[in-house]
């Protein structure tokens, strides 16, 4: 399984389209057994959910994410959390552990990258 977090530095960020790139966690029986970065190629409508669907995600974490994104994922079979934050890492354990449960933030407004910073 491989699991995707959208990140600024280490920390999980509260807008994935907007993240500095996304860190994908290989993960074997329920461990990580590697990671390795992807800088954002651009936030551009449906692009980002294809490029990591072609990375072989198969869960997406971050704090808020677009309803068309969402929409993309689920289409792809990719589970999407939301509402995460923190250490990237801290929060792919907590989905292993079944600690890390979605709330649904969904962001609505799109014009700068801090307007879904409050979920």
């Not at 996304?22 to 992807?38: A, C």
């Not at 990237?88 to 609505?108: F, I, P």
Request: with cysteine; net charge negative; hydrophobic share 35%.
């Amino acid at each position: 399984m491989k699991i995707a977090v959208a990140c600024e530095g280490t920390q999980v960020t509260q807008h994935f389209g907007h993240c500095e790139g996304f860190t994908l966690f290989n993960i074997d029986n329920n461990q990580i057994t590697g990671k390795e970065f992807f800088q954002n190629p651009g936030h551009r409508p449906g692009f980002l959910p294809v490029f990591l669907h072609e990375k072989g995600a198969n869960v997406i974490i971050s704090g808020g994410m677009g309803g068309g994104a969402i929409n993309i994922f689920d289409e792809k079979g990719i589970e999407v959390i939301l509402g995460a934050s923190g250490d990237c890492e801290a929060a792919v354990k907590s989905y292993l552990t079944g600690d890390l449960k979605s709330t649904g933030s969904v962001c609505h407004e799109h014009q700068h990258a801090d307007e879904c910073g409050n979920h």
